[in-house]
């Protein structure tokens, strides 16, 4: 017996109706928060590398996003450095625009902000710097945590945001270890 053309269209429908609802119940059952951090050892004082966090101009030298558009328009507001000082970027599809902004900063352990995106999509999240003494040095540990909206959920079910984002914090903090270690 052969299937009319009616009864795979519907066949197919059905698989598709099967496979969304399937992702939005995977979806739902994220968490409504994120974070992702990474860490790295750096032989060298905070005194030395906390520079290269509170002065967000020196942020060119290590961060991975700084360095994927060599024409990006970077814009800096507000303190020279420290708490107040202020960041905005907009560049191409893979960078985005956004404006980051250094709210709390304790000398040589801290530094906590704000970031918020604002193309390719919208988002308001929060950053963090700990330095803390690791033997004859520094550990830095990079961390970015905010609410996550349903498409975001949707987003994480078929892509690991901790792998995206922690991936890149790992490249800048090499870079920022190299640079410190120098």
């Known amino acids: 017996m052969m299937m009319t053309p009616f009864y795979i269209v519907l ?25 992702v951090e990474r860490s790295i050892d750096i032989a060298a004082p905070a005194q030395k590398v906390f520079p290269l966090l509170e002065d967000l101009k020196q942020q060119r030298l290590w961060s991975p996003w700084d360095q994927k558009d060599p ?24 960078i985005g625009a956004g404006r980051q902004e250094l709210v709390t900063v304790t000398p040589y352990s801290k530094i906590e902000g704000k970031i918020d995106f604002f193309r390719p999509f919208q988002a308001n999240n929060r950053i963090e710097f700990l330095l803390r003494p690791s033997g004859n040095g520094t550990n830095v540990t990079w961390a970015i945590y905010g609410p996550m909206p349903f498409i975001s959920k949707v987003m994480c079910v078929f892509f690991s945001m901790d792998k995206m984002i922690g991936g890149e914090f790992e490249k800048g903090l090499v870079q920022m270890k190299a640079l410190a270690e120098k």
Request: charged share 20%; glycine share 12%.
């Open 11 to 35: 066949g197919i429908g059905a698989v598709m109706i099967t496979a969304i609802v399937a992702v939005l119940i995977l979806a739902s059952m994220q968490p409504n928060q994120f974070r």
């Open 71 to 94: 024409n990006m328009k970077r814009t800096y507001s507000g303190a020279e450095k420290g708490a107040g000082a202020i960041y905005e970027w907009d560049g191409n599809r893979e």
